[in-house]
């Protein structure tokens, strides 16, 4: 069962968008170029979430939308039947999460080989399409210690334009109790070529799981 949500560029402002992330065979025309930067101007002016979702997809997350609480559990059980982690491992530091994970006989503690991480997040930023994380989340794992499969629960508030506007937003939230080990994950596929920008990130499989909550 695919559980993935596409985004289908259809609309010159998205075909634009597409043409300029990963470029084109052709040289552009007058036409094109105008095109493309009125795309880029209309970009830089469209709300977080709408950046966060293009960004974020661009990078090789995979997006699943959810209205409620239900359809949240609805999303995981599927993204579990897809890859065939029931009772499985699992690796997850938030007690809040443990609910979700023991209503699908899921093991999380003292695990030696999970499956994926299961965590909530800090924010989502927009202008990079990564997801921002804490010890509150990850203890003092480094991304390449977390196992290559994630999944992700994080609401609608979190999204924030930039990494400093999530780093002012964390010190906001914990005033004198500040978390440590504080990360972003932003490569969710393995580069098609070589990315100098990769060098040393692992690429995580990682599902977002983006619960309403505005």
């Known amino acids: 069962m695919d559980v993935f949500i596409e985004i289908l560029f259809?609309?010159?402002?998205?075909?634009?968008?597409f043409r300029k992330?990963?470029?084109?065979?052709?040289?552009?025309?007058?036409?094109e170029k105008l095109s493309e930067f009125n795309a880029q101007q209309a970009y830089l002016s469209a709300p977080a979430d709408e950046k966060f979702m293009l960004n974020f997809k661009k990078n090789g997350g995979k997006f699943l939308y959810c209205e409620n609480l239900n359809e949240v559990k609805d999303h995981f059980e599927h993204i579990l039947e897809e890859n065939?982690?029931?009772?499985?491992?699992?690796?997850?530091?938030?007690?809040?999460?443990?609910?979700?994970?023991?209503?699908?006989?899921?093991?999380?503690?003292?695990?030696s080989n999970p499956k994926f991480l299961f965590a909530s997040c800090?924010?989502?930023?927009?202008?990079?399409?990564?997801?921002?994380?804490?010890?509150?989340?990850?203890?003092?794992?480094?991304?390449?210690?977390?196992?290559?499969?994630?999944v992700i629960l994080a609401?609608?508030?979190?999204?924030?334009?930039?990494?400093?506007?999530?780093?002012?937003?964390?010190?906001?939230?914990?005033?004198?109790?500040?978390?440590t080990n504080i990360t972003t994950i932003k490569y969710f596929e393995k580069a098609k070529e070589?990315?100098?920008?990769?060098?040393g990130s692992a690429a995580k499989n990682l599902y977002l799981l983006l619960l309403e909550d505005l």
């Open 194 to 199: 070589e990315d100098f920008l990769q060098y």
């Open 21 to 31: 992330f990963f470029g084109s065979g052709n040289d552009s025309s007058e036409e």
């Open 84 to 111: 065939d982690w029931f009772e499985s491992e699992a690796m997850c530091f938030e007690p809040k999460l443990f609910p979700m994970l023991d209503e699908n006989k899921l093991t999380y503690k003292n695990t």
């Open 122 to 150: 800090e924010n989502l930023i927009a202008d990079e399409g990564s997801i921002l994380f804490s010890s509150n989340q990850i203890k003092q794992n480094k991304p390449n210690d977390l196992p290559a499969n994630m």
């Open 10 to 17: 259809t609309s010159t402002y998205y075909m634009s968008l």
């Open 155 to 179: 609401t609608t508030s979190q999204i924030l334009e930039s990494k400093s506007d999530g780093l002012r937003a964390i010190k906001r939230k914990y005033d004198k109790d500040y978390p």
